[in-house]
């Protein structure tokens, strides 16, 4: 199954069969002191550096997500949005909880973009659907619901399966949601690695779409957390995951050895690339 986003200029496809498309994660204040206070202080410059890094790693869609606590999320979401869409020319994710930052920022987003993201939760479902179906867009299902995050596999299988009948019944078609199987700290519980890769496995078959990460979970609380990152990704591929939200400078290289490995890169061309680039990216640093 083929998931399209595009930006004014560029197409990503996001597919079951690979590549792994790589969304940017560092537009995003959440554990981020530095970006927040750009946000706060209205420093779009410092914004921008951020987005192109991502992009210079590897990024294909870039994630953008503008919840400061205190900021009128509604505006500055589109405003940051229109000011990307200036300097960067992959497709956008939009991230947000607020159904109508959404809206406002979907009317002035290039393309076809993302949205992060709808879960099982009823007044989720009620609210953000529609809006994605208005603008055509495609979103990121989590499979959570009022319940919470499901314990077991089955369960979290089940959540997938009602955000794809409901989306359903608002004409989103299957090809453009993208479920998120959630993936929590192994170091609160050792098992909860194995049951995100159970579910990736269990939707894949059961719906053949496409699936998300949010990599960087798995490994908090843990010493030498990009090694616990590139372990579980390469896992998580392999048991069918198709996309991921990560942070490319810390782990494109793992994503293209993944592809390479999975048999997705031929004669390892992107991987050789990304190798050639960062080298000399490095001694030209190195030289200033």
């Known amino acids: 199954m083929k998931t399209v986003l595009k930006s004014e200029s560029q197409e990503v496809i996001v597919s079951t069969d690979g590549p792994i498309v790589m969304i940017g994660e560092r537009i995003n204040p959440t554990g981020r002191k530095k970006l927040a206070a750009a946000l706060q202080a209205g420093d779009l410059e410092y914004i921008k550096q951020q987005a192109l890094q991502q992009v210079a790693f590897g990024a294909h869609v870039l994630d953008v997500n503008v919840a400061v606590p205190g900021l009128d999320e ?6 940051v949005v229109k ?11 939009l991230d947000s909880n607020n159904p109508e930052a959404l809206a406002a920022a979907l009317q002035v987003t290039p393309g076809k973009p993302l949205v992060n993201s ?8 009620r609210d953000i659907l529609p809006v994605v179906k208005a603008r055509g867009a495609a979103v990121i299902g989590l499979t959570m619901d009022n319940a ?9 299988l089940a959540v997938a399966g009602k955000i794809i009948e409901r989306a359903a019944k608002l004409g989103i078609p299957a ?7 959630l993936v929590l700290s192994v170091g609160a519980d050792q098992k909860a690695a194995a049951v995100t890769l159970k579910t990736i496995a269990l939707v894949r078959r059961e719906f053949g779409v496409n699936v998300n990460l949010g990599a960087s979970n798995v490994s908090f609380g843990l010493p030498d957390r990009q090694t616990v990152n590139q372990a579980f990704l390469a896992l998580a591929f392999g048991a069918g995951a198709s996309c991921v939200i990560t942070d490319a400078e810390k782990l494109a290289a793992a994503v293209l050895a993944s592809d390479l490995l ?3 890169d031929p004669y390892g061309k992107r991987y050789l690339t990304h190798v050639r680039k960062m080298q000399a990216a490095a001694a030209a640093a190195a030289k200033g």
């Open 148 to 156: 919470g995050i499901p314990a077991d596999a089955e369960a979290r």
């Open 74 to 79: 509604k505006s500055l979401l589109p405003a």
């Open 83 to 93: 000011f990307l869409a200036q300097h960067v020319h992959i497709p956008f994710c």
């Open 175 to 181: 090809e453009d949601l993208i479920i998120d199987p």
């Open 118 to 125: 709808v879960s099982g939760e009823e007044a989720k479902l």
């Open 262 to 264: 999975l048999g997705r």
